[in-house]
Each structure stands twice: as C-alpha cells, then as structure tokens.
C-alpha cells in the first residue's frame, strides 16, 4: 500500500481519526508500521489544545509506536522552508510553538487573517505548505495515502481538496465517507473515550471562531492574554486600513466590550499605550477589475489593490499625534479620530473610475514593516499624473 500520512489538525475530527484507528484497528485497513502522523504549528493555537495532546493522544501514540512528525515554518518565506520540531514513534512532549508563528507575519504585515478566493491563505501558508514541502522531501513522487478530518457537512470543503490532489496522493475521509460521522458524532465519541469535551483547535485570533460567540468568549477569558494578541493584532490591522477588522462583522474590541471582557481590554490598552508609536504613510492603488471573458478592464468596479507602507517617525503616542498633526498644516487638512482611536490624516481620497488611487498618514502601533512592491512608485506616478491632468 505504501505510506498513510494522517493531517493532525489536533481539533475535534482528525483526533477523532487517529483515536479511532488505534482503538478499533478494523477501521483503519492498513499496517501501523505505513502510518506517519503529521502536524503543522501555527504557533499560536490556544493553550488547551496543546495540553489535551499532552495529556491525551501522545500516551495514545507512544503506546501503539505511531510516527508523530510535528513541523512549524521555518521562517516568512516560502523558501525559508520548513523546521522539524520532533520527529519520533516515542513522542515527549508537544511543540506548539516554531522559529516563524503566524503572528509574526501578520503583525509586521499590519493585516489579520486573510480568506481570498475560498481559501484561508494563513492556513495554506503556516500548515499545507510546510506539510506539503516535509512530504515532497521525504515521501518522494511514491503514492501515498492521505487522511483527513473532514465531517459528514463538509462535503463542499472535500470537493474543494480534489484541486490540491497530486498524481501520487489518494485522498480519504473517513468521517464523511466511511463512518458517516458528523461533529456532534465525533465529538461524542471523543467524549466517551476521554471523558470531556475536546476543545476545537485554532488559532486564538482565528476570525473564523465567530460563528460560536459564546464560545470563543469564554475562551478569550478563560485565557486573557490570547484575547490581547487578537486586540493588539486588530489595532495594527486597522491603522493601515480602518475596514480591516478582525471579523468580518465587527471588530475584536467591540466583541471583547460586548462580552465583558474587562481584563483583556485592560490589558491590551495597557500594551499599546505604554509601546512605540509610529507614523505611517499609506498609500493604495486601486486597480480595475478585469471581465475574464474578453480580458478588458471594467472601470466601474474595483479589482485588486497594491498597498505602500512607509514609516515616518517612532515615539510615545502623545509625540506621534503632535508630528501629525504638524504634518497636517502643510497639506491644509485636519486629521480624523475613528472609533478605534487612530489618528489619521487623509491625503489623497479613491473616487471612481478605477483604477484610482488612495493616501493617507496614520499614528498606530510601531513595528509594522514597510514594504511595497518594485512596480509601485511607477505606476503610483503615471496614476497621480493622470490624476492631475484629468483635472
């Protein structure tokens, strides 16, 4: 048959997978000896999770001598590769945390999670990617076959793998399509097995969480300074773009008022007043979206934006605001307060048609990197000039 890479997700369904297959070898279909156990870290899962593992399905494991590979990133790029944090049939101890954690890139980029195209790009960039390089490395062009948590409802995200199938990769879901098992399913099996309820992994500011309101809540104050990076995280966020909240439908911090959360606010108000302060000079080129069908512009609605970060100056808060403010008298304009508190001094404003341009000066927290792409000041000056003609 070759190797079984199961995909640790260490959430309710690919627990549930490997609990299974141990417990009730007839499930499985193949040798132990095939199986490799994998699991990528994001760095920034919520405690419990890590200590379920531990407490749980590594004893598990060591008893039946399964290969357990744990991998994290191995630094902001794709070609930085990945790191091997254990690789044994005798697992110790979990790993959650690598050299490179998803919050690092999302806070020096000054973004939260993306979802572009149905995908989750952080979820193809922290997992499948350092998983998928591990297997090439190690597994070759030889077939193998993969195993993975998808439930009974998911039946959209299993029709959305076969576009990441490989000419050597058997994809199997043996929740939806051998066992019929549904969350509440596995979840109660997990329940009989381990005699609680396993707690859904993610990351502590995954926006996606917000579908169970009380739920996260609960998780955000059980463990506060989870809820702070997500604050923290979404301050930064909406410095450089005040409709870059953390879910969709709102902000973190107005979730965190609404619920009560009083020591995460606390504290996260603490660590940004308290941190540097920074002026950052943003500016977006809106580009026009294109008809696939004839590859001709539509300039009556938006397609993709370039972003350009360039920080101006670092201090306390207080300072920033002043250097704003003194900044604002040369362009004859009065900076804005918004309800998050960013100090934000509009220069250049998008108007239609596209593609148009977008300016603007704002005090947030410092430590987001700048960065812009090589064709930006080129196509940023044909732009304005056209700009300047037209009027």
Known sequence: ????????????????????????????????????????MTGDEFAETGEHMQRYMLPLMRTHRVRYVQLSRGGPRRGDGYVVLNDSAQPARMHMTGPWRLQDELLRNGTVPQFARNRRTCSEKSK??????????????QPYQHILGFSAEEEKRIARDATYTSHNRQARFPLAH????????????LHEVYGGEWPRSCCVYCPFAISDTEYLAERWRRDPDAAVLALVMERRSVTLNPRSTLFARGSA???????????????????????????????????????????????SKKGSAWRSVTTLAEGTQSRMIRELHHLARAHRATPQVDEFNIHRLMIRCPTTPYP?????????????????????????????DQTRLAA
């Open 178 to 189: 051998e066992w019929g098992w549904t969350r509440q399913d596995t979840l109660g099996y």
């Open 1 to 40: 048959m070759g190797d079984v890479v199961l995909s640790l997700g260490m959430g309710v369904d690919s627990v549930g997978i490997l609990t299974r297959f141990l417990l009730e070898p007839e499930t499985r279909g193949f040798d132990l000896r095939d199986l490799i156990v994998m699991t990528a």
């Open 128 to 141: 499948a990617t350092p998983l998928d390089q591990w297997k090439h490395d190690h597994l070759g062009d």
């Open 253 to 299: 911090w107005q979730f965190a008022r609404d619920h009560s959360l009083l020591q995460a606010l606390a504290c996260a108000d603490e660590m940004l007043r308290d941190g540097t302060w920074a002026i950052y000079d943003v500016r977006r080129i809106y580009h026009a979206a294109t008809d696939k069908t004839i590859g001709q512009p539509i300039t």
């Open 356 to 384: 148009t341009t977008e300016r603007f000066l704002s005090v947030g927290p410092a430590g987001i990197d700048d960065k812009r792409r090589k064709s930006f000041a080129g196509t940023w000056s044909k732009l304005v």
